[in-house]
């Protein structure tokens, strides 16, 4: 069914998290000999989370023409990928964070070793995912794990991560924040949307260029406004302690631009997305949608 231009964003990503959180349940039911790794991952992995990568995930897929229930085997393994990158920011090593979406992290629930492994264990899931897919082609299997792999390692996000570690007081131009955010946070949105277009069996150069400036975009708007939140957000609304960033001496938007010039930046960006979909149609209005929500979200 194909939902994309009957919702407005916040019932479509309503759909697609009961959707994608029933799939990730299920296999989660299959995964693991330890009883502790499997609650920690579990924990990590459907604890809440507004599912926004694997919501994008399924939008492409609609609007390239796709089915999203072939896509819910991507959606989820991008999930995955993003729950374990989280478990293992926040580890004392990292980002040493206590809350996450509003709970304790990982690390403080279960403890070290077990946040580290379940993490382990997702992305290792996330591939097995992808490689036992049904209704994909082999072809389209190997793509998708190709553009997985390369946007969560170290041209991708970990290498974004790193570059972030390194960053910690220290004054950055524009270009190397974006540079940075174009690899931690904009490299699995954009993977997000290229395995949704993959999934809806897109093969033309053009629509999938199109995409890939849409998700660029994003990409970028969804870490400035994450930096607003930083500044603006309340700690009960956003799941995590509000300033952790500053008080970490890490460089954000606001800190660069002010908050005046982080809300024009992040404006020019979210004009930018709209702009790259001007050819497809009503297909892509939860594309739109998306990039409404994300500009606009609370937490």
């Given amino acids: ?41 579990r924990y990590g992995l459907l604890g809440g989370g507004k599912r926004i990568r694997p919501a994008l995930c399924l939008a492409a897929a609609e609007a390239v023409g796709g089915q999203r229930q072939i896509a819910l085997a991507p959606a989820c393994a991008l999930e995955m990928i993003h729950a374990y990158s989280l478990m293992h ?46 209704r994909l082609s082999a072809e389209v299997k190997l793509a ?7 946007a969560c390692g170290a041209n991708g996000m970990v290498g974004g991560q790193a570059i972030d570690l390194e960053s910690v007081a220290r004054t950055l131009t524009l270009e190397q924040l974006e540079n940075m955010h174009r690899h931690k946070t904009g490299a699995l949105i954009e993977a997000s949307v290229h395995l949704g277009a993959l999934a809806g069996g897109v093969k033309d150069a053009a629509l999938l260029d199109a995409l890939a400036r849409y998700a660029r975009a994003l990409g970028l708007a969804f870490q400035v406004q994450d930096d607003l939140l930083d500044i603006e957000g309340d700690t009960e609304v956003i799941g995590k302690t509000q300033g952790s960033d500053i ?10 631009l002010g908050p005046q010039g982080a809300r024009e930046h992040l404006a020019r960006l ?19 949608a998306m990039a409404d929500y994300i500009v606009a979200r609370s937490h």
């Fill in 144 to 150: 998708m794990i190709k553009a997985l792999a390369n």
């Fill in 247 to 256: 008080a970490r001496g890490k460089p954000t938007y606001p800190a660069l």
């Fill in 1 to 41: 069914m194909n939902i994309a231009t009957r919702l407005p964003a916040s019932d479509f990503l309503h759909h697609c998290r009961a959707e994608i959180d029933q799939k990730l349940a299920n296999y989660m039911d299959q995964a693991g000999a330890s009883q502790r790794l499997q609650d920690t991952m």
């Fill in 89 to 134: 920011d926040d580890l004392p090593a990292m980002d040493d964070d206590d809350l996450r979406r509003g709970r304790a992290t990982a690390h403080i629930a279960f403890d070290e070793s077990s946040a580290i492994l379940a993490g382990d264990a997702l992305q290792a899931e996330a591939f097995r995912v992808l490689a036992t897919a049904p």
């Fill in 270 to 288: 979210l004009a930018e997305a709209h702009d790259s979909l001007k050819g497809l149609g009503i297909q892509a209005d939860a594309l739109h």
